[in-house]
């Protein structure tokens, strides 16, 4: 019979996939995960949470976030506020994809925001994995949401309230959806960011 992994996060039972909203507070660090919690196959999806102060050894705290009347929850990703709260911006994938939020003010419990879907579907079946980030150029937040053959652009000031602002579109088309877009800075050779 095998055994737990020693060095990585398995759930206590369930399903896992996708690990989501991956975060480094003051508090140590946070793992979010795709996870079916009634059985050892993919199925309705919620979001299991954990903390560790090493990245080794894991502590599961429970559900963060559970399907409700929008959907299943699918990937996304968390970001702290400047007031000390934390957001998770996640898929709810339900008669089709939607981006929303939950915030929480101690890390632990998350409440859905009353407004979700805080970006609704444009009228494509693969519109998932927001990657949300501070925004040093606009200021705010942006987030990059993979968006069936390419990747969209949103801008927000407070991540309730989001405009597109571009799109990301490769030359040529490379025969699949995007899926789990990020968005980071580079530097270059000459020194220069990207």
């Not at 737990?4 to 975060?23: A, E, Q, V, Y």
């Not at 990245?55 to 976030?65: C, F, P, Q, T, V």
């Amino acid at each position: 019979m095998f055994g737990r992994p020693k060095l990585h996060f398995t759930p206590r039972h369930g399903w896992i996939n996708d690990p989501n909203g991956l975060i480094q507070t003051k508090e140590g660090f946070h793992l979010f995960a795709q996870h079916n919690p009634d059985d050892v196959v993919w199925g309705p999806m919620h979001w299991l949470h954990a903390v560790s102060d090493d990245m080794l050894h894991w502590r599961e705290l429970g559900i963060a976030l559970a399907p409700d009347a929008l959907g299943t929850m699918f990937s996304g990703s968390a970001v702290q506020t400047g007031d000390g709260r934390m957001a998770l911006m996640y898929t709810a994938h339900g008669d089709c994809e939607r981006q929303c939020v939950a915030f929480s003010d101690d890390g632990r419990h998350f409440e859905k925001f009353d407004g979700n879907p805080v970006i609704d579907n444009p009228g494509i079946p693969d519109f998932r994995d927001p990657k949300v980030f501070p925004n040093p150029v606009l200021g705010g937040w942006s987030v990059v949401v993979a968006a069936g053959d390419h990747a969209d652009f949103y801008h927000s000031e407070n991540l309730t309230k989001w405009e597109k602002t571009g799109e990301f579109r490769p030359e040529q088309w490379l025969g699949d959806i995007f899926e789990c877009t990020d968005c980071f800075k580079l530097s270059s050779d000459d020194g220069h960011s990207k």
